[in-house]
């Protein structure tokens, strides 16, 4: 009798297993499109009221909970904008050098980079469900014209781009996904090369420069916009923080900060740009 | 044979199987309007996963497995990693406490806390190696450990909320 219940029970695990990795497979090979990407568009609208009625609620005891969990990274960022005041107030003398370079970098990289490209503005409704993805949600989707591969900026920069899209929300990956690749390029140089996410929205992973190149600290990084790219050209993305190389390296060690605070979104433009291919 | 014949009843019962739904559907309105504002160093905790556990561990293995694969795959509706991931990993933590459960000689108050933690370690393990054979290898460079650890130890802080709901969904109709 409990060598059958057993049998039974390995049986259930064993179909329950089976099943998961059916629907696994289904997912990867529809790429998040098909009958599981409408399923999983389906669900997100059916909840959409409840998210928009409970953000009342919800979004203080967030604000409050942040605050208790990242009093460190708070302190931390008043120890720095203090010490950035006084630098300001040491650097003033060169403040005119400083704002005409800023003009002179304005024009170069159009930092009005929205242009002629239309736009959607979105709220951010909710960060992500789960602990290894780094994406947003937002109160926009595909009736307001938000399709998959749409790049998303806030005033800084380059934010992400539409991962999935339903009729009323749609989910942006973060540039500091894991699965997040943008071609980019230093700003100064403008040798090409391909920001990489590592899951920390602090850090960005610069690949494929080589090694013989200078790059200085606080370089500005900007999307590339090769043809076919899901990204218009010269978006501002991030700033070199650390580039190193070894002996022997193929290519660089660059970290670059993104000029975007990933952890802080509330406002986002949709940036209505032609979607052809890929980064 | 006939206490089984009663026992077969009360899991079929549709009081219990509707208490059980009705905590996969809180358990997504929990997970995906209220913890990600409650996030601890970045990490939410998986209230499926413990809700399963804790079913499991109540009513053994073939209930939480059960239980584990609907809660998995509710939550994998609202997650970008693959359709079905969730799923597998709850199913085979939940089926692992469930039979564990059987072989538990004693028992004590601070068992709902450990075996949250540890099934907060082995189902974040299973997520991340399953993940990353079908192609998900980004999963190897996250910060997986970190991840997997905070996500345990906040799963064990549920735990004491989880256990008595799954044990109020569980329980036989009243005569």
């Known amino acids: 009798m409990a060598s059958q219940r ?3 029970r390995r049986t259930i695990l064993i179909l329950l297993l089976l099943t998961a990795l059916t629907l696994i ?14 399923v999983r568009g389906g669900a997100r609208d059916l909840l959409a009221p409840v998210q928009d009625g409970l953000r009342g609620v919800t979004d203080p005891i967030g604000d409050w909970f942040d605050g208790v969990f990242d009093a460190r990274a708070l302190k931390q960022e008043n120890e720095d904008l203090k010490r950035e005041l006084a630098e300001a107030r040491g650097e003033a003398v060169d403040g005119e050098a400083d ?12 930092l009005e980079f929205v242009g002629d490209i239309p736009t959607v503005t979105a709220e951010v409704v909710t960060a992500s469900t789960g602990n ?8 926009r989707g595909t009736d307001d014209g938000v399709t998959v591969d749409m790049p998303v900026v806030a005033g800084d920069g380059l934010v992400g781009r539409v991962s999935e899209a339903s009729g009323r929300r749609a989910t942006v990956m973060l540039i500091s996904d894991a699965n997040s690749g943008v071609g980019a390029r230093l700003a100064e140089s403008r040798i090409p090369g391909v920001l990489l996410g590592e899951g920390n929205p602090d850090e960005l992973t610069l690949e494929f420069i080589n090694p013989e190149v200078e790059i200085a ?3 500005l990084v900007v999307t590339s916009g090769v043809q076919n790219s899901t990204f218009p050209a010269d978006l501002p993305i991030g700033r070199v923080v650390d580039a190193e190389r070894g002996r022997g390296d193929l290519q660089q060690e660059i970290v670059v900060q993104p000029l975007v605070d990933l ?5 986002v433009k ?4 032609p979607t052809v291919g890929s980064a | 044979m006939a206490i089984v014949g009663v026992r077969r009843r009360v899991r ?8 059980l739904a009705l905590l996969v559907a809180v358990t997504v309105l929990a997970q995906t309007l209220v913890f990600p504002h409650l996030r601890v160093f970045g990490v939410v905790p998986d209230v499926g996963l413990v809700l399963a556990v804790a079913v499991a561990y109540t009513d053994g293995p073939e209930t939480g497995a059960l239980f584990g694969f609907a809660e998995g795959l509710a939550i994998d509706l609202f997650v970008n990693t693959p359709f079905g991931l969730s799923a597998f990993a709850f199913a085979v933590t939940a089926y692992l406490v469930g039979a564990l459960e059987a072989g538990l000689v004693r028992t004590s108050r601070w068992m709902p806390l450990g075996l949250a933690a540890g099934a907060g370690v082995v189902s974040g393990a299973i997520f991340v190696v399953v993940g990353a054979i079908f192609g998900q290898e980004q999963l190897f460079e996250l910060d997986s450990v970190r991840i997997v650890a905070i996500a345990a130890a906040y799963d064990a802080v549920i735990a004491p909320v989880c256990f008595p709901l799954a044990r109020w969904a569980l329980a036989p109709p009243r005569p």
């Not at chain 1, 790429?31 to 599981?36: F, K, R």
């Not at chain 1, 704002?99 to 159009?110: A, K, P, S, V």
């Not at chain 1, 952890?263 to 406002?267: A, I, P």
């Not at chain 1, 949709?270 to 740009?273: A, D, E, S």
Request: charged share 40%; proline share 2%.
């Open chain 1, 270 to 273: 949709v940036l209505r740009w």
């Open chain 1, 25 to 38: 497979t289904l997912d990867q090979r529809g790429d998040g499109e098909g009958v599981i990407g409408t």
């Open chain 1, 6 to 8: 057993g049998k039974r």
């Open chain 1, 263 to 267: 952890r802080r979104l509330q406002f």
């Open chain 1, 99 to 110: 704002r005409l370079e800023n003009e002179e970098l304005r024009d170069i990289l159009d």
């Open chain 2, 12 to 19: 079929r019962s549709p009081a219990r199987a509707f208490r």
């Open chain 1, 132 to 139: 290894f993805e780094s994406t947003v949600q937002i109160d």
């Open chain 1, 217 to 219: 600290d606080g370089e």
